[in-house]
C-alpha cells in the first residue's frame, strides 16, 4: 500500500514533506505489531506513538490521557494570561467573568470533547480544573469550605459532565 502513496499523491498534485510526514501505527491489543519500514522516495518515515493532528493528540493506544492533559494545560495559561484582566479587576462585574472563562478556557478545555468516548477519571479531572478556576474567578478560597454546588449556583453554571453530555448529544458542540 506505501508503495502507492508518491505515485498517487503525484498523480492529484501533492507533494509529500518526508520531515513532517510520521507513521502512527494502531493494532489490536492482542496482536504484536508488524514492524516494516515505510520508505518513500529512499527515505524511511518515522513511526510515532502520539502526534498533534488539528490541535488533538492522538495516540497510538487510543488513551485519551495524553490529549486531557494538553487541554488541561492549555487552558490553564489562558487562564493565566487573564489574570491582570478580568480576572483581577474590581469593576468587572462576576457575569462578565463567567463569560469570558466560558468563551476562552472551557472552549479550549473542550475542544473536540463531542468525540471522546470518557471514563469517569476524566470527567474527574476536568471537573476539578473547572471549580478550581470558578473559585479562583469568583474569590472563593477552598478553606472557607464552601461547597462545589454552591461555586456552581454562584456562578450560575454547570459540572463539566453537563457540558460533556451536551457535546455530545449535540452537533454544535458544549457552549
Known sequence: MHRLLCP?????????????TEVLR???????????NINVGGASLQFVDKFCYLGSIISSDGSLDGEISQRIAKASAALGRLRNRPWNEDG????????????????????????????RRHVHSRDKFHLRCLRQI????WQEKIPNTEV???????GIE???GQAQLSRDGPL
Open 152 to 158: 456552581l449556583e454562584c456562578c450560575k453554571m454547570t
Open 8 to 20: 498517487c499523491s503525484k498523480r492529484f498534485g501533492l507533494t509529500l514533506s518526508i520531515k513532517k
Open 92 to 119: 468587572v462585574h462576576l457575569r462578565t467573568k463567567i463569560d469570558v472563562y466560558r468563551a476562552v478556557v472551557l472552549s479550549i478545555l473542550l475542544y473536540s470533547c463531542e468525540t471522546w468516548t470518557i471514563y
Open 162 to 164: 453537563a457540558f460533556l
Open 138 to 141: 469568583t474569590g472563593i478560597k
Open 26 to 36: 494502531q493494532v489490536q491489543p492482542s496482536t504484536s505489531p508488524e514492524v516494516s
